[in-house]
């Protein structure tokens, strides 16, 4: 018995609304990701600014080190 017209558009009807169901859950899901890439690429800017801040401070302290040294340790003649 052949088949009719209609027998093979109900499944590709289905098919596409299969599809497009996918679709729909896919782009919500990928919009939820980039929602969550974006709050974390936020606070990573944060930290690193916190952290370079610090680095900076410190390489301040250490360049400064040599000069406080000099200062703390007198050299003084031997005595006579």
């Not at 890439?37 to 936020?42: F, G, I, K, W």
């Not at 000069?67 to 003084?76: Q, W």
Request: glycine share 2%; net charge neutral.
């Amino acid at each position: 018995m052949a088949r009719t017209k209609s027998d093979g558009n109900g499944r590709l009807e289905d098919a596409l609304a299969t599809l497009i169901q996918n679709q729909a859950s896919f782009l919500a899901r990928m919009s939820e990701i980039d929602s969550r890439v974006a709050d974390m690429d936020r606070i990573n800017s944060d930290r690193f600014a916190r952290i370079e801040a610090l680095l900076l401070e410190h390489n301040r302290i250490l360049q400064a080190l040599p000069d406080v040294m000099r200062e703390k340790i007198v050299f003084k003649p031997p005595a006579a």
